[in-house]
C-alpha cells in the first residue's frame, strides 16, 4: 500500500481506513498469539515433572497420577472429617444419656422426699443452713473488700 500513490481523496480516504483496519488485525493477531503462547506454556508447566519446582514426591508423575494422588488426599479428608461428626454425635449421646440418668435420680430423690417427711424436713433444713452460709459468707467477703478498699485509700 505504500507504494500506492493517491490520485484523489477518495482514494486517500480508503487507503488510510484499509492501513486503520490492518493494524486492529495486527493487534487481535498479537493477543491471540501472546493467549496461545500463556497456555501453551501453562500446559507445560503441568505436563513437565515437578521434581524441578521443588517437589521430590512426585517426582516423574503426570496428570493423570497428581490428579489420583490429590482424589485420595481429598476422599481421606472426608474419612477423616466424618470419623470427627461421628465422634461428637457419640459425644453428644452420651451426655444425653447422663442428664437423662441425672434427671431420673432427682426425679426419684424427690419423690422419696416427699414420701418420707423426715427427709423432706431434713433436706428443707440443709438448704436453709446452705442459704444461710452464703449470705453470711456474702457478708463476710463485702466487710472484708471494704475494709482493703477504706485501708488502701485512706
Not at 99 to 122: D, E
Not at 126 to 134: A, E, F, M, T, V
Request: hydrophobic share 40%; with cysteine; net charge positive.
Amino acid at each position: 500500500m505504500n507504494d500506492i500513490h493517491p490520485n484523489g481523496v477518495a482514494m486517500l480516504h480508503t487507503i488510510h481506513r484499509h492501513k486503520e483496519i490492518l493494524k486492529d488485525y495486527n493487534l487481535e493477531f498479537r493477543k491471540i498469539i501472546n493467549n496461545y503462547v500463556a497456555r501453551k506454556n501453562q500446559e507445560e508447566l503441568l505436563n513437565e515433572p515437578l521434581i524441578e519446582k521443588g517437589c521430590n514426591n512426585f517426582s516423574g508423575l503426570n496428570r493423570r497420577d497428581i490428579f489420583f494422588k490429590e482424589n485420595q488426599h481429598i476422599h481421606n479428608s472426608d474419612k477423616l472429617i466424618n470419623d470427627q461428626i461421628n465422634i461428637a454425635m457419640e459425644a453428644r449421646d452420651h451426655l444425653m444419656a447422663q442428664r437423662y440418668t441425672f434427671k431420673r435420680i432427682q426425679t426419684r430423690f424427690n419423690n422419696l422426699a416427699n414420701r418420707v417427711p423426715a427427709v423432706n424436713s431434713l433436706i428443707q433444713r440443709i438448704n436453709l443452713r446452705k442459704r444461710r452460709d452464703s449470705v453470711l459468707l456474702g457478708f463476710i467477703i463485702g466487710i472484708c473488700t471494704f475494709l482493703i478498699l477504706f485501708y488502701s485509700f485512706h
